[in-house]
């Protein structure tokens, strides 16, 4: 089973700023595999990015993804208010199909 | 625009069985898997098992075969998670999520359904 660590646990920062969120992966991952997810308190998940470093359609270009197995980054250019939130990587790939790092929780500083 | 409606919060007693529903609109029901996440009190994320309603053909996580059946209706656009026997353990929100046409992401997602069981 690949495992995905997601650094810093939490990350306190000012709107405005800037934000580096890390994913790594126990094992080799395939760039096209890779996504990230925002979660809002009481609401569910929202696709960022897929194939590591491609925008879902609406989402704002402040958000950006880079990296290739096994590290991974998301970046968030400025903070806005809205962008506070749960942010979690999840991969593709073999037995279980599907596994989700355990969450940085971006809050305002 | 691409909907998927969850059915409503289930309070359930140790042993009971369960059905909850994920019905979804505005799309071509067949042409994408549907899977199933779920998230317990205070924690992340986790797959749970998908369908690929096209043919009913399943996968589930290892860690959940055998407790959780993941079935779907093809005739109403719907897929169900099903228990026989629920544990105090299954208190958690399940998403169900569309995966995209790759299969590698969850593109969509219900607003999830939160299951309770206690005694």
């Known amino acids: 089973e690949i495992v995905l660590t997601q650094s810093p646990g939490t990350l306190s920062l000012s709107p405005g700023e800037r934000a580096t969120l890390s994913c790594r992966a126990s094992q080799s991952v395939s760039s096209s595999y890779l996504a990230w997810y925002q979660q809002n308190p009481g609401q569910a998940p929202r696709l960022l990015i897929f194939?590591?470093?491609s925008r879902a359609t609406g989402i704002p270009d402040r958000f950006s993804g880079s990296g290739s197995g096994p590290d991974f980054t998301l970046t968030i250019s400025r903070l806005e208010p809205e962008d506070f939130a749960v942010y979690y990587c999840q991969q593709y790939g073999s037995s279980p199909m599907y596994t989700f790092g355990q969450g940085t929780k971006l809050e305002i500083k | 625009e691409v909907q998927l409606v969850q059915s409503g919060a289930e309070v359930k007693k140790p042993g009971e069985s369960l059905r909850i529903s994920c019905k979804a609109s505005?799309?071509?029901?067949?042409?994408?898997?549907i899977s199933w996440v779920r998230q317990m009190p205070g924690k992340g994320l986790e797959w749970m098992g998908r369908i690929d309603p096209s043919d009913s053909y399943t996968n589930y996580s290892p860690s959940l075969e055998g407790h959780v059946t993941i079935s779907a209706d093809k005739s109403i656009s719907t897929v169900y998670l099903q228990w026989n026997t629920l544990r105090a353990s299954d208190t958690a929100m399940y998403y169900c999520?569309?995966?995209?046409?790759?299969?590698?992401?969850?593109?969509?997602w219900g607003q999830g359904t939160l299951v309770t069981v206690s005694s």
């Open positions: 505005g799309y071509s029901f067949s042409n994408y898997r």
């Open positions: 194939g590591a470093s």
């Open positions: 999520a569309r995966n995209s046409l790759s299969g590698n992401v969850f593109g969509s």
